[in-house]
């Protein structure tokens, strides 16, 4: 446990960011100064004070189309222990650089002072923009992939992983789609209020660990704006005939191209081989059938092209971190849900 309580924790906010997490982690941290009558792992004195913090202080218009109210100005705050960004809606998913520099040269400010930066989500396109993930890994949301490594090729992104630290002291933190701001509070607190308040604050506000990362959660979206006319031709064919026998066969003599010529052209305008795509839309296909119906796993993976079974529920797990059952079991909604009796 850090020895210096309470942490002061700013929560930051630009005229992009989505509503509903500023709020949300501001609840949660702040709800930790009322739950020591329920488990005597948390301090009894709040381990957090809590700010939502802009360049401007007072009510602000967020992406949502939301009010909040700035706790105070950036300006205002010459140091802070941590600094939290929750997600930013994108525009058409592009990532125009150099309209934040006041709140850019803050973040790098809070982080030279030693503060730990955490971002959810598209809020590591702010973290980005200061230089401070050149040469290190980062994580977000896997339909944002394309926008944010135009702009950032110094920066790796890990897709598949839900939560990722970097820098030398590890005080880079990002999770992954929007509301794994669950998992990056979780972590947060275990690392500095304790383990046992982490599982404390799970229990109390059921949040959940997603230990299986990002890779069920993401569903494969094809590129199609590399301007080969080809490729396109072959890609439209594979989106209705992904199950058909041989398919990439079929996608090189629609091509009218050799073989390896075609594999080469295909490879470099998707960034990935053929084989490599019909397996992405079969077991897309397939995660949509597990959700949806009832039907035998064996049964779909006969569906969408593979006659040997053994290797379809391979392939599902080496691409989803899941077997197809356990897969079913985790996304299929519950029959109430669902609107069953």
């Keep these: 446990m850090t020895a210096r309580l309470p942490l002061h924790a700013c929560i930051l906010a ?3 960011t989505m509503a509903s997490p500023v709020l949300g982690i501001y609840d949660v941290l702040n709800s930790l ?5 329920f488990d005597e792992a948390i301090p009894a004195e709040a381990p957090y004070r809590a700010e939502i ?20 100005a950036i300006g205002e705050i010459a140091r802070t222990d941590l600094v939290f960004v929750p997600s930013i809606m994108l525009d058409a998913n592009r990532w125009e650089t150099g309209r934040y520099p006041a709140t850019i040269e803050w973040l790098r400010a809070m982080h030279d002072g030693g503060a730990t930066i955490c971002t959810a989500c598209s809020g590591v396109f702010l973290l980005a923009e200061t230089g401070l993930l050149d040469g290190h890994e980062a994580t977000m949301h896997w339909s944002h992939a394309r926008a944010f490594e135009r702009v ?33 509070l979780l972590h947060i607190v275990s690392r500095q209020v304790g383990v046992p308040a982490a599982h404390a ?7 959940q660990w997603h230990a299986d990362g990002q890779a069920p959660f993401m569903v494969f979206v094809p590129v199609t ?49 053929p ?15 597990l959700e949806r119906t009832t039907t035998p796993v064996d049964e779909i993976g006969w569906q969408i092209g593979y006659e040997n079974p053994a290797f379809f529920r391979r392939l599902f797990k080496r691409t989803t971190g899941l077997s197809p059952s356990h897969y079913r079991r985790q996304f299929k909604l519950p029959v109430a849900a669902a609107g069953g009796a």
């Design 33 to 37: 100064g009322g739950l020591q009558s």
């Design 201 to 207: 604050l799970a229990k109390f506000h059921v949040l």
């Design 225 to 273: 704006d590399h301007g080969d006319a080809l490729v396109t031709k072959t890609q439209e064919w594979a989106g209705k005939n992904y199950s058909a026998p041989n398919p990439v066969e079929e996608m090189v003599r629609l091509s009218g191209i050799p073989d390896r010529s075609f594999k080469r052209r295909f490879t470099k305008a998707t960034g990935l081989t």
């Design 275 to 289: 084989i490599e795509y019909i397996q992405h839309l079969r077991v897309d296909q397939a995660k949509r059938r």
């Design 152 to 184: 950032f090729p110094k920066v790796k992104l890990s897709l598949n992983k839900i939560l990722i630290t970097a820098g030398s002291r590890g005080e880079l933190v990002m999770s992954g789609a929007s509301t794994s701001w669950h998992d990056l």
């Design 14 to 16: 630009v005229p992009d």
């Design 53 to 72: 913090v802009s360049e401007r202080s007072g009510p602000m218009n967020t992406a949502s189309n939301v009010p909040i109210l700035m706790h105070r």
